[in-house]
């Protein structure tokens, strides 16, 4: 289906891909694995046209194709979904979905666009998706991170790809999610489609592919069939050495004062949330996409508004009008949505770490240059993120490693209180074992950490306490020591039968 000849890549004079030769077979589910940085949205991104090779040649059901466009490569069936949204925020899904798309078929013969016919069809897709929560009509600036990528999905399946590449498509997918997904990938393999996917999620490509390709600094350094290697092997091809165990010893800790404590905070999006959390504590909230964890962290560091409740912090009452103010207090806030949220992509890697941190590198107004260099190089180094210089542009870098810089920025001052949303999304194996350690450090010194994360694992092994959260509210307190994923799992789909239809109707207004 789809060969690959001594491909190589290089942006500037930094040569990103090097040798690449590989067979893609019809009807497989390939996976591609590997560090953050190590080439592999860059290599699907030659495959799909968006960039051209320096090197090499590139073979697409036999024919020589070097030089073609994204539009090319669609019309050859190939599809690509992005490791970031590429949709458009202000135009609605339907209109997302089939943009570019408007010819003469999908308009009326005034060349108006047949809107209900595409908002039908838009519907059909995501019905056979087992999606009924987003509305065709839906502005995509309005949804979720999750809810886009689920849009992107359907927006690929709506060209009946050939080759369809996926780029991460479960970092920000729920469990629930993700098994949807695999049945649609293995209904798609089925009916003859080639898929190359991507993913952080190492257990995932045992469950679904059937061969792998481990790329490193660039370079293949294994591809073989799935079931000929195991997690740890895979691991260490990828990074270079074992890892044990994904998750760093935890550190001995007492917790102490009651940093915030919650009573009855009320949103569109949640509500009568309760919850304390104390000095060196890990928070955890769990749940599925959608339960309205993210809003209650935005809300909680200003971002959003809040219509019930109360706050209290260290004891005192405290209302977080704005992100100054909460930053003012030692609150600081690490975004889900690394691109809408958390980096000026068009600013530089250094710019982006001193911007929520320019009290602390200027006096006077005037920017202390020396001290701003040796922490941002610190930080880079501590959290193993892989740039070319401090220059470089934030929207250069891999996801991966943008998503680093977007920790690193925030942990390298003390806050008092730190609210994490899904701190690992798109983080390779080794990278995140650095973020766990970092974590427990910042608890052992008696920040609190609130971590709201859609991955069960995660939370299940890093916290001290976990709410889970169904439908915008909190349906259970559970201490991991002593209750199973499953357990967590059970209370994150609960509320979706206890609450009737009408207060549904209510939260989402
Ligand atoms: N447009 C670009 N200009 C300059 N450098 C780039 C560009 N795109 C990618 N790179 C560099 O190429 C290298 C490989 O990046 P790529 O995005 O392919 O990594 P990746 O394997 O997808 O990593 P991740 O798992 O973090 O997504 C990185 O060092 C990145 O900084
Ligand atoms: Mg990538």
């Known amino acids: 289906m789809l060969e690959l000849i001594n491909i190589g890549k290089s942006f500037s004079s930094v040569k990103v891909l090097k040798n690449i030769n590989l067979k893609i077979n019809r009807n497989e589910i390939h996976a591609i ?8 949205s860059t290599l699907m991104k030659i495959i799909y046209g968006e960039h051209s090779p320096t090197e090499g040649t590139l073979i697409i059901n036999g024919e020589k194709r070097n030089h073609y466009s994204p539009s090319e490569a669609l019309h050859e069936g190939i599809v ?14 339907y209109e997302n979905i089939f943009l570019g798309r408007w010819n003469s078929s999908k308009t009326n013969k005034n060349y108006l666009v047949k809107k209900k016919e595409l908002i039908s069809l838009t519907r059909e897709i995501l019905r056979k998706m087992g999606v009924y929560h987003i509305s065709p009509e839906k502005r995509v600036s309005s949804l979720s991170i999750g809810d886009k990528q689920i849009v992107e999905i359907a927006k690929s399946l709506s060209f009946n790809p050939k080759i369809l590449i996926l780029d991460e498509p479960t970092a920000a997918l729920s469990i629930e999610e993700t098994n949807i997904l695999f049945s649609i990938l293995k209904t798609l393999k089925e009916n003859g489609v080639t898929i190359l996917y991507i993913s952080h999620r190492l257990e995932e490509i045992f469950q679904i592919a059937e061969r792998v390709t481990v790329l490193r600094n660039g370079e293949i350094v294994y591809n073989d069939f799935v079931n000929k290697i195991n997690i740890n092997e895979l691991i260490s091809k990828m990074i270079g050495r074992e890892i044990t165990n994904k998750y760093p010893e935890k550190i001995n800790k007492t917790s ?10 009320t949103s569109s999006y949640f509500k009568k949330i309760t919850f304390e959390i104390h000095e060196g ?8 996409m959608g339960c309205g964890s993210t809003q209650m962290g935005e809300s909680l560091f200003g971002l959003r508004k809040i219509n019930g409740g109360n706050i209290h912090y260290y004891g005192e009452r405290f209302f977080p009008k704005n992100p100054s103010i909460c930053i003012k207090h030692g609150i600081f806030y690490v975004p889900a949505d690394r691109h809408s949220l958390g980096l000026v992509l068009k600013r530089s890697v250094k710019e982006n770490y001193t911007l929520p941190n320019l009290d602390f590198f200027a006096k006077y107004g005037i920017l202390k240059i020396n001290k701003e260099k040796q922490d941002c190089y610190r930080t880079i180094n501590q959290l193993n993120i892989k740039i070319s210089n401090l220059n470089q542009k934030v929207e250069n870098l891999s996801g991966g490693n943008q998503q680093k810089l977007v920790i690193g920025k925030w942990i390298v001052r003390q806050p008092k209180l730190l609210i994490m949303d899904e701190p690992t999304r798109g983080v390779d194996v080794g990278a995140k074992y650095e973020i766990y350690k970092k974590i427990y450090e910042l608890s052992s010194k008696g920040i609190a950490i609130l971590l709201i994360s859609t991955d069960i694992d995660e939370i299940h092994n890093l916290c001290d306490r976990i709410l889970v959260m169904s439908e915008g509210r909190i349906t259970g307190t559970l201490y991991p020591e002593n209750s199973t994923k499953e357990e967590i799992l059970a209370l994150a789909v609960k509320g979706k039968e206890d609450i009737n239809s009408q207060e549904f109707e209510v939260i989402n207004n």
């Open 33 to 40: 694995v590997g560090e953050n940085g190590a080439g592999k």
């Open 80 to 93: 690509m979904v992005h490791q970031e949204s590429s949709l458009v925020p202000t135009l609605s899904v």
């Open 256 to 265: 102490g004062k009651i940093v915030l404590q919650v009573v009855d905070l």
């Open 281 to 288: 504590e890990i928070l955890g909230i769990s749940g599925l």
